[in-house]
């Protein structure tokens, strides 16, 4: 049974996440129903990072098996035949071993969060960006951004629900930069971890949001992590902004 390896991306926006629901419509919904319209068969997915209602992706990846070989051009363009006119594609599609999981053996997933920073609201990016109208200085959320990397309890930075096992994690990389397009610009956050927990990032960014405008200093950044104070972080930044654009698996992988 050979089993193929997606790369897909999506606007998340009419969707309620990636994770199969009975009655609302989600990612991975959409992609079995279109693999079972041109195959005929019940095939399930499973990728390398859930995201959630709203949260968008340019490289998700994600595995399923099939019972019929086919040419994997096929598989990419008949899903995406079936996958119309939703806003989801497979931008390619490979077959891999059967040992290749798309969750289990990825070693490292990569996020983008925008902020559009200028007075007036986004006309063609507002399904794509957090807008924040007032002064955010990018090198200060650097600077706190910082104090979260490495291994920590993230407790202060995880939703409620969130059904980690733990809350530690090693955070790699929180970059902050601002980007000039033109008239205005972007605030970009990058950021990578083997894994994240529920909202991780979301909250992240809403906490270093107030230290961009100075309302929290990069001290009071890392006491709220080392404290697990989740009264003292900022709002949990909107999903719209939040781009899964990326997943890193070992060579030959």
Known sequence: MPRYKLIIEYDGGPFCGWQRQSDDPTVQGAIEAAVTRFSGETARLTCAGRTDAGVHATHQVAHLDLAKEWRT?????????????????????EIVPETFDARHSAIRRHYRYRILNRRSPAALTRAHVWHVPWPLDAELMHAAAQRLTGLHDFTAFRAAECQANSPVRTLEKLDVSRQWMGQHGEIVIETCARSFLHHQVRAMVGTLMLAGCCRLSADDVANILATGDKTRCGPLAPACGLTFVGVDYEAGK
């Open 73 to 93: 051009d096929t598989v990419r363009d008949a899903i995406n035949a079936h996958l119309r006119p939703r806003p989801v594609a497979v931008i390619a599609a």
